[in-house]
């Protein structure tokens, strides 16, 4: 089991900066990838970036390429998403999920998820 606890939402203003925390615990979180995914109000859950365990590969969605990094720091069991040049479409829930496997856009192939933390970019 792998538990994972979100930190660092928040308000900001259109153009500005937040960074995300995921904090896991439980069972090896540098054999897991990482993801980061969001939902906003009304729509279905999306793929934002992922990880691959090594922290060698990482992968964007193209609404936040250029503008997010997903990063890692496995002696600390810790995944960030440094999020830059926000936009209104930014907000929504942001989750944290984990998996056993290679990277993956897909949500259904996470095991393990983060209760969510609220981004919120007023224009």
């Known amino acids: 089991q792998v538990a994972l606890v979100e930190s660092g939402g928040g308000l900001v203003q259109a153009g500005g900066s937040l960074r995300l925390s995921c904090a896991a615990s439980?069972?090896?979180?540098?054999?897991?990838?990482m993801g980061w995914f969001r939902q906003a109000p009304g729509k279905e859950r999306e793929f934002v970036a992922t990880?691959?365990?090594?922290?060698?590969?990482?992968y964007y969605a193209d609404s936040v390429r250029g503008r997010f990094t997903i990063s890692r720091d496995n002696a600390k069991n810790t995944v960030y998403l440094q999020m830059n040049s926000l936009k209104p479409e930014d907000t929504a829930v942001y989750y944290c999920?984990?998996?056993?496997?290679?990277?993956?856009?897909?949500?259904?192939?996470?095991?393990?998820w983060g209760q969510g933390t609220q981004v919120t970019v007023s224009s």
């Open positions: 990880i691959r365990w090594s922290g060698g590969n990482t």
């Open positions: 439980g069972r090896t979180f540098s054999s897991y990838t």
């Open positions: 999920a984990a998996r056993e496997g290679f990277v993956s856009e897909r949500s259904d192939r996470y095991d393990y």
